[in-house]
Antibody
Framework: EVQLVQSGGGLVQPGGSLRLSCTAS????????MIWVRQAPGKGLEWVSY????????YYTDSMKGRFTISRDNAKNSLYLQMNSLRSEDTAVYYC????????????WGQGTLVTVSS | SYDLTQPPSVSVSPGQTASITCSGD??????ASWYQQKPGQSPVVVIY???KRPSGIPERFSGSNSGNTATLTISGTQDMDEADYYC?????????FGGGTKLIVL
């Protein structure tokens, strides 16, 4: 079964750091680009970051540049999101997703992990 | 930045046809995808490349994209289709999602 399993969420104080992980199974993750998407409580989906198959092409949404770092370890079938200088507005469920097809749609998605930034 | 606009909610009676629109500048020149999200669950793709259905998605889901508007159509809507729906497109190297539409089946 093709799936993405996430870990690493939790409660962190403002200004703190957290690293999210996303581990792939059922497929060769090195063959696929990946993204992170987040969803604040009661809000819509917001794209966070993109990484190419080899990790040499990376994009971020403007509001997260300089604070978030996406990376991957293809030997471990894993994707990461290092989040620094966290703010209350970063509180959200974070999803990883595989990019598939010629037109780059997203399937599957991880189960999501909640990040709460609060003192 | 590129924006995609969706109505906040759409209501439909069971068995009827629901249409959810997604508007963006020259959206028809891009490919649109649609994601269904039920409460407490991760999004699931229901339409990709404007009008294609992934395996396992019922035939009652269809899509179109032309001009400035992409449309997700659900024919013979069922109670289980009640969910939030998000359109999505790529703008250069950025992923853009619409604000989401809550489909209410009543």
């Amino acid at each position: 079964e093709v799936q993405l399993v996430q870990s690493g969420g939790g409660l962190v104080q403002p200004g703190g750091s957290l690293r999210l992980s996303c581990t792939a199974s059922g497929f060769t993750s090195s063959s696929y680009a990946m993204i992170w998407v987040r969803q604040a409580p009661g809000k819509g989906l917001e794209w966070v970051s993109y990484i190419s198959t080899g990790g040499n092409t990376i994009y971020y949404t403007d509001s997260m540049k300089g604070r978030f770092t996406i990376s991957r370890d293809n030997a471990k079938n894993s994707l990461y999101l290092q989040m620094n200088s966290l703010r209350s507005e970063d509180t959200a469920v974070y999803y990883c997703a595989r990019i598939v097809g010629e037109t780059n749609w997203f399937d599957p998605w991880g189960q999501g992990t909640l990040v709460t930034v609060s003192s | 930045s590129y924006d995609l606009t969706q109505p906040p909610s759409v209501s439909v009676s069971p068995g009827q046809t629901a249409s959810i629109t997604c508007s963006g500048d020259k959206l028809g020149d891009k490919y649109a995808s649609w994601y269904q999200q039920k409460p407490g669950q991760s999004p699931v793709v229901v339409i990709y490349q404007d009008r294609k259905r992934p395996s396992g998605i019922p035939e009652r889901f269809s899509g179109s994209n032309s001009g400035n508007t992409a449309t997700l159509t659900i024919s013979g809507t069922q109670d289980m289709d009640e969910a939030d729906y998000y359109c999505q497109a790529w703008d250069s190297s950025s992923v853009v999602f619409g604000g989401g539409t809550k489909l209410i089946v009543l």
